[in-house]
């Protein structure tokens, strides 16, 4: 797929999970956001941690939505389905917030989105970000057990721990996933020393591939690393573009 042809039909809300803080979920998002910016897609990305901010830090151009309030006033997040309405967004694309992130399922509950999205014209992915915590796995399996194949999955298996994830690999949450359909992509391992670098620098990893400030051996760890998690999010081209 190249970027002068990427079509995204139906358009896309994709939203990263579970609600467990530290697990990768907004470096999830930036590789997202990266792929799908460089393959044609028209993002409008969104961070909803405002305490964090890690998302915004290094994508500038994620706005912030304010999710830390009561739940009667989370209309704000209206901004979400207003950029596939109303601007010309083919994907949004928004990093959940750590604790206090089941404010998003709540929103999207009371506004019916999964109900909406062949009214609207938008398919809602869920990305869940896969890691060896017992908190984490239990939060992904609720959001299965809730929302089953009303939503789209896609698994981002999170290895910076090591090449398997024996606790999610062998558990009921992964198969059930994966009987909804879900496609799964491995995020490799980036060492550590380039993580922090690129973390200082506010850069994500495509952008530290060229960046002056990093040193040539992080701008090369750069370089491999998106090589392979193009790789990966090839794997998921039918479920983000189709």
Not at 8 to 25: A, E, M, N, S
Not at 41 to 60: G, I, M, Q, Y
Not at 84 to 106: P, S
Request: proline fraction near 2%; glycine fraction near 6%.
């Amino acid at each position: 797929m190249t970027s002068n042809s990427t079509i995204v039909q139906p358009r896309k809300l994709l939203t990263v999970w579970p609600q467990k803080g530290g697990i990768g979920k907004s470096f999830v998002t930036t590789l997202l956001f990266d792929y799908l910016s460089e393959h044609g897609a028209r993002v409008k990305a969104f961070d909803l941690d405002h305490a964090n901010s890690t998302f915004h830090r290094l994508v500038p151009e994620a706005e912030f939505i304010d999710t830390d309030v009561d739940t009667d006033k989370l209309a704000g997040l209206d901004r979400l389905v207003r950029a596939l309405t109303e601007e010309d967004a083919d994907v949004v694309l928004a990093d959940n917030r750590a604790t206090g992130g089941d404010k998003l399922q709540y929103y999207f509950e009371e506004n019916r989105l999964v109900s909406l999205q062949g009214e609207i014209g938008f398919a809602l992915v869920f990305v869940v970000v896969a890691v060896d915590d017992k908190d984490a796995i239990s939060q992904i399996a609720d959001l299965v057990d809730f929302y089953g194949d009303r939503v789209r999955w896609l698994v981002a298996r999170n290895l910076r721990d090591g090449a398997q994830l024996a606790v999610f690999d062998q558990g009921n949450t992964r198969k059930k996933l994966l009987a909804h359909g879900a496609v799964e992509i491995d995020v490799p391992c980036l060492a550590e020393v380039t993580r922090n670098r690129l973390q200082l620098a506010n850069l994500t990893v495509a952008r530290g591939r060229t960046s002056e400030k990093l040193h040539i051996l992080d701008r090369s760890r750069c370089v491999r690393f998106h090589e392979r998690m193009a790789a990966e999010f090839a794997k998921a081209e039918p479920l983000l573009f189709s």
